[in-house]
């Protein structure tokens, strides 16, 4: 008996451990910060429709975007975009031929790319409200015509956002319920309600959300598991469309034809001032 008490004992001590392990490192575990790649930069810096955006935050850390609007004269309605916790938000400019009417706007999370700072939620969801409330002051964008975009770990930024300001739509690729939901699959032995320090509970700001959605899930989607994205997409209260991806993994959705039609069609609606609401 005392032999297995040890037993037991050292067991515990070694996933106490483990538990701490976790709690401290869990940052580097969910952050990825990415480098804006040469090429990318040397396109951004030559596009004449590009312009840099620095944004100075309330604690003094700068974050830096780009706003990429159309040709033609405006008031342009404004695409605010959200990136994963492993990319360089200036990949969707790469798209932004695909919406030739919209004006796209990122910044990168604090770390990423050349932004400054740490990330963490509560200065990602300041940061996005600062870009949100900045944009809304130029004459050129049609405010009243925004659509959030967040992909991956950005749906929970882009939720926020919705929750505290107007959005004609918002578009949510690959999300999530709360990161706390999607950890309890990656580690089933650890009690990640307690340990998470990052949440982005979009599934308790749902019910309240009544602007139009569009749901992107990946049929293959190898990070976050359907059942997430669906408890988020059942919990929503306004109009909603669900696009399933069938051909798309978690990492490659953007470049997949039915995402790409979908979203199109969806910012059609938006652009035609309908409510984006599902046709």
């Known amino acids: 008996m005392v032999r297995l008490a040890r037993i037991a004992a050292v067991l515990g001590l070694c996933m106490l451990g483990s538990w701490m392990l976790l709690f401290c490192f869990q940052d580097r575990l969910l952050f990825h910060p990415q480098a804006i790649p040469a090429d ?3 396109k951004l810096r030559a596009d004449a429709d590009v312009r ?15 706003l990429r609007h159309p040709a033609t004269p405006g008031p342009w309605p404004l695409l605010l975009y959200f990136g994963g916790n492993a990319e360089d938000a200036s ?3 790469d798209y932004a031929d695909d919406w030739p009417r919209w004006a796209v706007a990122v910044v990168n999370y604090r770390s990423y790319g050349d ?4 990330p963490a ?10 870009l949100y409330d900045t944009l809304a002051q130029d004459p050129r964008i049609d405010h009243s015509r925004t659509v959030l975009v967040g992909r991956s770990l950005g749906s929970g930024v882009a939720v926020a956002v919705a929750s505290a300001r107007p959005a004609e739509g918002v578009v949510l690729v690959t999300p999530y319920d709360s990161l706390p939901a999607v950890g309890r699959d990656v580690f089933p032995w650890v009690p990640v309600d307690w340990l998470m320090r990052n949440r982005f509970p979009s599934i308790q700001l749902a019910p309240a ?38 051909d798309a993994t978690h990492g490659d959705i953007l470049d997949k034809q039915t995402y790409q039609l979908g979203l199109r069609d969806f910012l059609a609606r938006c652009a035609a001032a309908s409510r984006c609401r599902p046709t």
Do not use: C
């Not at 840099?52 to 780009?66: E, H, K, Q, S, Y």
């Not at 932004?115 to 740490?118: F, V």
């Open 91 to 93: 990949l969707i400019l």
């Open 121 to 130: 939620e509560a200065n990602m969801k300041a940061d996005a409200l600062r």
């Open 209 to 246: 959300l009544h602007v139009p959605a569009l749901f992107a899930v990946a049929g293959h989607d190898q990070v976050i598991a359907t059942p997430h994205s669906r408890r988020l997409y059942d919990a929503w209260a306004g109009p909603k469309d669900w696009v399933w991806v069938d």
């Open 115 to 118: 932004s400054e700072g740490k």
């Open 40 to 42: 990318r930069r040397a």
């Open 52 to 66: 840099a955006l620095a944004l100075r935050t309330d604690d003094g850390t700068t974050v830096r975007g780009w």
